[in-house]
Structures are given as C-alpha cells and as structure tokens.
C-alpha cells in the first residue's frame, strides 16, 4: 500500500511538471496554431523560425513544439554558395499550454570579412553536397557548418550545403519537426574555419616560402 501511495505521489510530481506545448508548423510569414505535445523534462515550449535563401527564392518555417534549454533564445546565421540562412528560437515555460511569441530574425550578416574561410556547396533536391571552393567568412561567422535539410511526407523535398556560420547556430546538432503529415529534418555539422585564403591564394604563398628557403 505504501508503495502504491508513493508511485501515485511520483506520477502526480511527474505531471505536474510536465509542459504542455502547441505543436504546428507554417510555410509562411504567418505564424501557426495547432494541437498540442507533452515535453520531456529539459525542455521548454518553442517556436523556431527559420529563413533560407537561395537562387530558386526564399522560403520561411515556423515550427512550434519543445526545444532543450540550451537551445532556447537563440538567433543564429549561415552564408553559403548564393544564399544564406536566418534562424531564432523563442520560448517560454509556464505550465499547462504555452505559446511563446514567433522570434525576430538577425540582421542580414555583415560585408566585412573576418579572415576565415570555409570549404562551399550548394545542393538543392540532394542531401548531399560535395565542395569545389572555398568562402571568406564576413561578420560574426567564424564557424564552418554543413547542414543537410529533408522534408519527407506527402510531399519530400531535400536540400544541402556547406559554409560559415556563427558560433551560435552550432550549438545546433538536429531538429526534427512532425507535423501536418510531413517530417522536417535539419542536421547541423560544424567544424573550426580556416585562415581567409582561398585555395588559390595559398599555392603562390607555399611556392614564395620554398624559395625563401633554398636562397637563406
């Protein structure tokens, strides 16, 4: 009995702790409303708003559902070949269901370069995507990032590609979004930027220093 009494008490904490978030999702500027989902314990009620760009256009994502802490409140940016990514996650934890506002992109990324590069690729309709360049970093991306991006449902559409990004974003390593039938999955590799050479810039560099040496 007195087991019984101390499960019923534990189920009861349990619960009561329990978030109870809107899950939903947009394709649009236009935010979203929906059913809602139970979070696990480290999480709080989000709402991720992301902004990709490239040469077909530009295409927005509100998500709504659970996000880790660590996660939350967060803006972050990526440049890549002939586009760019805008994210920002809000959140909020009051108990029973909990909405918090859809977040404020950040400003577009700066011009002026900050000596990193990162290896470049675009892939669009592939979740892969193989670089034959290197990029100069401009602004507070300092990190180098790979990120894979697949829709799979009623309808599927995939897209890849690889450059800088703020350190921000890599804090990043998945998101997985379910809703309206479709599965949305973003996974997120980040890696330390190189010195700003291109890597014909370099070979002139490495052939001067040969020669200094044999001269010396």
Request: hydrophobic letters at 30%; one cysteine or more; proline letters at 4%.
């Amino acid at each position: 009995m007195l087991l019984l009494a101390l499960f019923a008490l534990t189920s009861l904490v349990t619960t009561g702790r329990a978030l109870s978030c809107t899950k939903c999702s947009s394709s649009s500027n236009s935010d979203c409303t929906g059913g809602t989902v139970n979070c696990p314990a480290d999480n709080e009620c989000s709402t991720t708003y992301i902004e990709i760009i490239t040469q077909n256009g530009t295409s927005t994502n509100i998500f709504r559902s659970c996000s880790p802490f660590k996660q939350c409140n967060m803006t972050g940016s990526s440049t890549f070949p002939g586009g760019s990514l805008r994210m920002a996650i809000s959140c909020c934890s009051i108990n029973n269901t909990c909405s918090p506002d859809k977040p404020i992109l950040p400003q577009y990324n700066t011009t002026a370069q900050n000596g990193k590069s990162c290896s470049q690729c675009l892939s669009i309709n592939s979740e892969q995507c193989t670089p034959d360049n290197s990029m100069l970093c401009t602004g507070n991306e300092t990190r180098c990032m790979r990120l894979a991006r697949t829709d799979i449902g009623y309808q599927t559409s995939a897209l890849a590609f690889q450059g800088c990004a703020t350190e921000s974003i890599c804090i990043l390593t998945n998101q997985l979004f379910t809703t309206s039938g479709i599965t949305t999955t973003y996974n997120y590799i980040c890696n330390g930027a190189s010195l700003g050479l291109h890597h014909g810039a370099l070979m002139p560099l490495i052939i001067f220093a040969l020669l200094l040496k044999l001269l010396l």
